[in-house]
């Protein structure tokens, strides 16, 4: 079986921003990835909403390093998910999405995030709302922050052939 990852949309950032969002997403694949490069005014998380969905139906479990030590935390029934992590110096999130076509099953999301001057961390999260496909993703930082100038996020679909 071959996986080809396609390019769905890559938005390059030209000014600081509170959120991105990659709406009209097609159905056509099996899974979708998200890269994220770039910075933010402050060390801060970054959370994702599916469809619009602000009711509390996120949960996500973290685990991660700094190299001196390793911790694991968990929140539950979020208005948003926690993804990732952003720091004021150059950090790379890869978040899966899988199975987000498929209208009958909740969506868990895999994430892997590092900034070699802070930590690195992998993060599952659940989509508890009732069984949609996803098709609009919201992205943000926590607390009220923006993206810095100049972040890039692509939004692949991955084919199964």
Known sequence: MTVTYEPIS??????????????TIPA?????VLVFNGTSASNQTMELRFNG??????SATRLYGDGT???SDRSSTSDVMLVGNL??????NL???????NATTFKTVLCRSNNA????????????????????ILVR?????????????????IKAE
């Open 69 to 71: 030590s390793a911790v």
């Open 117 to 136: 001057g802070a930590q690195v961390s992998a993060r599952v999260g659940l989509w508890r709302k009732t069984p949609e496909a996803i098709t609009t």
């Open 95 to 101: 978040i899966q999405v899988m199975n987000y076509a």
């Open 28 to 32: 056509t694949y099996t899974d979708l």
């Open 53 to 58: 969905d602000t009711a509390t139906n996120y």
């Open 10 to 23: 890559t938005q390059t950032l030209g000014t600081a921003t509170a959120s991105v969002t990659f709406s």
């Open 87 to 92: 720091y004021t110096t150059q950090t790379v």
């Open 141 to 157: 930082p926590g607390a009220g922050a923006n993206f810095s100038i100049g972040c890039v996020f692509t939004l692949y679909g």
